[in-house]
């Protein structure tokens, strides 16, 4: 079946998990070629605007024993992509049972500029929506931490990120309108990164960023079609640094919406 056409989102009632019955539901169907245009806006702090459309389109796949991995790609290079679009065609996605999972890396200097170049992490096994989940329930949570160092006046500072990524289930919305076509199966998912950064000079830790969730995303997933809206926010408050030469860092106030155009799937 060849589905098309489409361009907000309003919400309706919502259930624990669309399985409650003999239907089959496929809220990402990963057919080579399908592909999914979205309208993307991004605000800064509230005020300067930046608007841009953009395709993301189902490449390829490959297999590794026994195991499919789907992987996507845009039309836009990657400092223009929106943020989510971005996030799933830097990496790969597998089906597994009700699940859907994603495999690869957010890069750091997309929402923090200015402090260490090429600045990435991995995200491994982060299930973006599961069919069989409940209402709030974690879907995946992955801790680690890092260190990367910088030279300020010919000293290496160990600069540690340490975060927390969460996935977490809200629901099914039995009716949400996407722009001029209305969806009557919507799984809502969020994800959530809790980032603490902190510099080591002279024997102890400065802090550079207390912990608290830089990055909020919110995505919605609809029955025979994939993901139809996105909103990415991106805010945080920096610490009081009062460390010569350090790099000038500032905190960011940034959210990022993708909402669906058109799409062409085929199931």
């Known amino acids: 079946m060849l589905l098309g056409i489409v361009t907000l989102s309003c919400s309706s009632s919502d259930d624990d998990n669309p399985d409650t019955n003999d239907e089959i539901y496929n809220y990402f169907p990963l057919n080579t070629g399908n592909s999914w245009t979205y309208n993307n806006t ?3 702090d509230g005020s300067d605007n930046f608007s841009n459309q953009e395709t993301i389109t189902l490449d390829s796949s490959s297999e590794d024993l026994g195991v499919t991995y789907y992987q996507l790609s845009s039309n836009l ?4 992509q929106g943020f989510f679009t971005g996030i799933l065609t830097n990496g790969n996605l597998i089906k597994a049972e009700n699940q859907l999972v994603y495999n690869g890396e957010i890069d750091f200097n997309n929402f923090i500029p200015g402090l260490i170049e090429n600045l990435k992490f991995e995200l491994a096994n982060i299930i973006l929506y599961d069919t069989d989940a409940n209402t709030t329930d974690i879907l995946s949570l992955e801790e680690d931490q890092f260190t990367q160092t910088i030279n300020i006046q010919g000293n290496n500072v160990p600069i540690t990120f340490a975060y927390i990524i ?5 629901g099914v919305l039995s009716d949400y309108m996407a722009g001029e076509e209305n969806f009557d ?3 809502q998912t969020n994800i959530t990164v809790n980032l603490k950064v902190f510099a080591s000079l002279f024997g102890a ?9 830089a990055i909020k995303i919110k995505n919605f997933y609809a029955n025979d079609v ?3 809206y996105s909103n990415t926010v991106v805010n945080y408050e920096l610490e009081d640094l009062n460390i010569p030469n350090f790099p000038e860092i500032k ?3 940034i959210n990022y919406t993708q909402e669906i155009d058109s799409y062409l799937v085929n199931q």
């Open 42 to 44: 991004t605000i800064y």
């Open 77 to 80: 290079s990657i400092m223009n």
């Open 166 to 170: 969460t996935s977490k289930q809200e």
């Open 185 to 187: 199966s919507v799984i």
């Open 205 to 213: 830790n400065i802090p550079i960023l207390a912990p608290q969730d």
């Open 226 to 228: 994939g993901m139809v």
């Open 251 to 253: 905190n960011e106030d």
